[in-house]
């Protein structure tokens, strides 16, 4: 077998190792929460957004201003979409400062 090729699987076969030991030190519950955090954030923005977008839709019908309403609604619905994922961060960076100093 060419060294260089020797040299190559050596070179895996120690990235592989690193990666196993990497991976054991983030537990699993580590992993699940940030999972939740990140679908959590998601829907935050989706289902303002979607919201947003209902309620100007029904002004418009009522209104008779389309596309208008749609429009302002849909931006205010990102907007609060935005600020709830702001809220959520804050609320998830004090967790994790206190977790960090064992409070």
Not at 64 to 89: E, K, Q
Request: with cysteine; proline share 2%; aromatic share 8%.
């Amino acid at each position: 077998m060419p060294e260089d090729i020797r040299q190559l699987e050596n070179k895996i076969a120690a990235l592989q190792q690193r990666e196993a030991e990497t991976r054991s030190k983030v537990s699993d519950s580590e992993v699940k929460r940030a999972s939740r955090i990140g679908l959590r954030i998601g829907t935050e923005l989706l289902s303002a957004i979607i919201v947003g977008a209902a309620l100007g839709y029904v002004a418009d019908e009522f209104f008779g201003t389309r596309p208008w309403c749609m429009t302002v609604f849909l931006f205010f619905g990102g907007a609060a979409g935005v600020l709830n994922v702001y809220r959520l961060a804050r609320q998830e960076d004090g967790k994790s400062i206190r977790r960090h100093k064992g409070v």
